[in-house]
C-alpha cells in the first residue's frame, strides 16, 4: 500500500478523504452497507465494481476487507475473493453465550459502583428506549440504535477496555442476524419488558438481581434469533 496515495473523493459526497485514514473509512463505509443488509450476508464481494464505485484503487479496498474480516463480517476465500459472512445457528449461540456472561458482569459492576448522575444517563437511555417502542408507532430503527446505546454506554461505566474491546467486536457479528430477532412479532415489547427489569435491578443496586436480569435478556434474545 503506496503510504502516500492522492487524496479521493468520499462517495458520500465529496469531503476528501485523509490519505492515512483511507482504508478506515473504506472499511466503515462497507461495515455499515453490511449491516443494513445492501450487502448480503453469502454474498460475494465485487472488488473490482467497489473501487471503481469509491474512486479507489484496489490496495486500501482490500486493506479495508483485511480489517473487517478480522472483526469477522467478511471471509475470505482462497482464489475466490470476499464474501460477506454467514452466521451460523452455532456461532450465534457461541457469541449470544460470550455476550450474556461480558454484560452480564459489566451489569454486576455498574449496580454496586455507578455513581448517581450515571444511572440517571442509563434511566434517560431507557426512556428513549420506551418512547421508540411506544404501541402504534413503534420506530425499529430508532429501538435498535438506542438499545446499543445502553449496552455501550453500561459498558463504559463499568470501566474495563478489555472488555469493552470484546463486545464491541462480538456486537457487529450479532449485527449480521439483528433483522431476524427483534423483528419477530412481540420480541420487541420482550425486549423493553427485559430493559425496564435491568433498570429496576439497577436503580435498586442489586447486583445479583442485576445479572440475573441480564442473561434472561440474552437468553431471550439468542432464541428470538434462532
Do not use: C
Request: charged share 25%; hydrophobic share 45%; proline share 4%.
Amino acid at each position: 500500500m503506496n503510504p502516500q496515495p492522492a487524496p479521493t473523493t468520499d462517495p458520500r459526497g465529496g469531503k476528501s478523504l485523509s490519505p492515512k485514514a483511507l482504508y478506515v473509512e473504506v472499511a466503515e463505509l462497507l461495515r455499515q452497507r453490511i449491516f443494513r443488509r445492501e450487502l448480503e450476508p453469502g454474498s460475494w464481494i465485487d472488488e473490482l465494481r467497489i473501487a471503481e464505485e469509491y474512486g479507489i484503487s484496489r490496495t486500501p479496498l482490500r486493506e479495508a476487507l483485511k480489517v473487517l474480516a478480522a472483526e469477522g463480517l467478511v471471509t475470505m476465500k482462497v482464489r475466490r475473493g470476499a464474501y460477506v459472512t454467514e452466521v451460523s445457528a452455532t456461532d450465534l449461540a457461541d457469541v449470544y453465550h460470550l455476550l450474556s456472561l461480558l454484560e452480564s458482569d459489566a451489569a454486576g459492576v455498574v449496580a454496586t459502583k455507578a455513581t448517581n448522575a450515571e444511572l440517571a444517563e442509563l434511566q434517560a437511555l431507557h426512556a428513549d428506549l420506551e418512547a421508540a417502542a411506544l404501541p402504534g408507532a413503534v420506530n425499529t430503527d430508532a429501538f435498535f440504535a438506542v438499545n446499543e446505546r445502553f449496552h455501550m454506554r453500561l459498558l463504559e461505566i463499568s470501566n474495563n477496555r478489555w472488555r469493552d474491546q470484546m463486545v464491541a467486536d462480538l456486537r457487529k457479528v450479532m449485527k449480521l442476524n439483528r433483522h431476524n430477532s427483534l423483528l419477530k412479532t412481540g420480541r420487541i415489547a420482550e425486549s423493553l419488558a427485559e430493559h425496564r427489569a435491568v433498570m429496576s435491578a439497577l436503580s435498586a443496586r442489586d447486583a445479583e438481581a442485576t445479572v440475573s436480569r441480564m442473561r434472561e435478556h440474552f437468553a431471550n434474545g439468542l432464541e428470538a434469533a434462532a
